[in-house]
């Protein structure tokens, strides 16, 4: 659900103005932003299995800290608590705990059953949309369209960095999903870790965004 977690970010703007993109894209991102560093320190595994699922060849066999349940919940409340506490604003911290959370409720949607209710649990749950490539296109490609456009919608670019910012990182975020879809798989699970890192470009980039944009019908406001 690569392009999914942004659509989210984006179409959460029009529920919390005040709030940046970046910060939109950092929260619907946040757990696959936590995922490749706990790579890395070797708190969770993964592993390269093809035809694990139509559409990726990674076997998410080991990622209890980040992507179960529990612990998702528990990653919403402390990203909304610790923006309530820098920004004091009650519904973007409260938004933006429902976006962690919303990481998880895709995941279950598009996963096989890999997906953990908590550590140390033996359930797993998935729907599987994975399984085909078509459907997943269709389901993650009509709703980043359509989030995409809400966010058109709800801001205004306030000059032309506004305009080109945003179409670039859309067109980016699409080009960087086909190669997801249709690229080979990694060499090995070391790049998927150092390549993971790569996803907090999105986030600087919608910082970038936000900086020249503005809410429709409102003057422009410094984004928290």
Known sequence: MFIGHAAVAFAAKKAVPKTSLGTLMMAAQFIDL???IFLLLGLEHVRIDQGNTAMTPLDFYDYPF???LLAVVVWGLVF???YFAARRYRTGAIV????????WVLDFLAHRPDLPLAPGSETRVGLGLWDSVAATVIVEGLLFAACVALYVKTTKALDRIGIYALWGLVAFLVVIYSMNV????PPDTGVIAYAGNASWLF???GYWVDKHRTVRDQTPFAAP
């Open 34 to 36: 936590l995922w490749p």
């Open 66 to 68: 980040s992507h179960s």
């Open 80 to 82: 909304g608590g610790v």
């Open 96 to 103: 933006l705990g429902l976006l962690v959370v919303s990481h």
């Open 182 to 185: 249709f690229g080979p798989a």
């Open 203 to 205: 986030v600087l980039w």
